[in-house]
């Protein structure tokens, strides 16, 4: 693959950031005591959830509209968008009055598809096509292409990563003097392009670390690989980093300016979100969270450092809380699913019950049905235990009493079929 030769300059984000003055204002830098005090380290967090739109995409998108000619504005613009590009979109829609045509994967949550409508109003149409965000991207470029409109991509284009880079902009201004380490959310590679690119060059020493969901690790694939990589497979449950294919600009800016790319399983985003929640009253969505999950992967190598987290978005659907402390509690260790092979007589799971659950154990999930013509018959059984020992204890009881089980956490498919 032929090398990109674009780089953003410091005096090109310079020149988005006096764009955006026309509709935003900085958003505040915050010490977070719970976190500090956890990681033994000073932690500041870069509160873009609090954006009008709730999340950074607004730079981008507005910075990248805001450089089209008129005749391109009045025959209006088209965009693909999992949710949060989508927003910056249409707020921009609503505000340069112009319109738009927007693209969203048929998974995209209800929130996020209720807050396009209600920036972009009567501005913006919204289309609801493919499973993924690459599919419904697909789409929208043909869309634009047959139409003759303007494409806005939410990620690989200079100007959205000079928008995006805006946010290292704001920091280096806020922060006194340079921080250790910066955690940078990554889909695309729009925001750690631009942010990565502006304060490599006003902090030299800064430690950048990018951060990708474990089931989609587009960029940290195509750097490993040396080039740019479609996954065939990704995990959509952190919808607003879900990615296949990194860009072409922001893969050859993020590999030049990244010192690490942090891997985050789900459950530790979930975890990270309740934590958020119930520690320091911030909501964060699942790619919001990422950047602040990635602290316990660096623990050690931050402790007694100032570190910036880029909380990159709150648009959360408060729908999902309950798979998210379902996944939270299963990646802690702290919920377990067995298949259990009772004896069809009377008092059989009473006995379980009385012998094999624990008196901090919490007996959450059962299922079962008793057939007649069967000496023996299964049982779905889901227990939350108390902390993290709590498992082996209860693995003790059950051989003790030999109950006949199969865990099921770890057989994937099993656990997708039944759970």
């Known amino acids: 693959m ?26 505040p830098i915050n010490r977070d005591g719970n976190l500090s005090e956890k990681y033994e380290a000073d932690i500041f967090l870069k509160r873009e959830d609090l954006q009008i739109v709730r ?11 805001r450089s089209l000619s008129g005749e391109a504005l009045k025959n ?17 829609c609503n505000r340069l009055h112009i319109t738009g045509s927007i693209y969203m994967p048929t998974t995209t949550p209800k929130q996020k598809i209720e807050q396009v409508k209600m920036f972009g109003k009567e501005y913006v149409r919204i289309v609801l096509t493919g499973d993924t965000f690459d599919a419904a991207n697909t789409a929208a470029i043909k869309y634009a292409e047959e139409n003759g409109k303007t494409f806005i991509p939410p990620f690989d284009d200079p100007k959205i990563i000079e928008g995006q880079g805006t946010i290292g902009l704001e ?13 940078i959310p990554i889909g695309g590679g729009g925001l750690a ?22 089931g989609a690790a587009c960029m940290k694939t195509a750097i490993d690989r040396g080039e740019i990589t479609d996954l065939e497979h990704i995990d959509k449950f952190v919808d607003g980093a879900a990615v296949k294919k990194a860009g072409s600009y922001t893969f050859e800016v993020c590999r030049k300016v990244l010192d690490d790319i942090v891997l985050v399983p789900e459950g530790a985003v979930c975890t990270t ?49 309950e798979e998210i402390r379902e996944k939270s509690l299963i990646y802690e260790g702290l919920k377990h699913y067995f298949l259990v092979t009772f004896p069809q ?42 902390d993290k020992s709590g498992y082996d204890a209860l693995i003790k009881r059950m ?14 498919k099993l656990f997708e079929i039944l759970i």
């Open 399 to 412: 051989e003790e009493h030999h109950i006949a089980y199969e865990y099921i956490n770890e057989n994937n």
């Open 55 to 65: 999340s950074y995409k607004i730079r981008g998108a507005y910075n990248k509209i």
């Open 2 to 27: 032929s090398e990109t030769k674009y780089f953003p300059a410091a005096g090109d984000i310079e020149a988005a950031a006096r764009v955006l003055e026309e509709i935003l204002e900085p958003t």
């Open 193 to 214: 392009s631009g942010v990565g690119a502006y304060l490599r060059q006003v902090w030299p020493g800064v430690k950048l670390i990018g951060v990708e969901p474990a």
């Open 76 to 92: 209006g613009i088209v965009c693909a968008s999992a949710g949060n590009h989508a927003q910056g979109v249409a707020l921009s």
């Open 171 to 183: 920091m280096s201004r806020q922060f006194k003097s340079p921080v250790d380490y910066v955690f």
């Open 273 to 321: 979100i309740i934590d958020m929640y119930n520690k320091s009253a911030i909501v964060v969505e699942p790619a919001g969270a990422l950047s602040i999950a990635a602290l316990r992967f660096y623990a050690d190598r931050i402790k007694g450092k100032r570190v910036a987290c880029i909380v990159s978005g709150s648009n959360n659907d408060i729908t999902r809380m």
């Open 345 to 386: 007589k009377a008092g059989a799971i009473l006995s379980f019950v009385r012998d094999v659950i624990g008196p901090t154990d919490d007996l959450v999930y059962i299922q079962y049905i008793k057939k007649t013509n069967k000496e023996e018959g299964p049982a779905l059984i889901g227990i939350e235990v108390a």
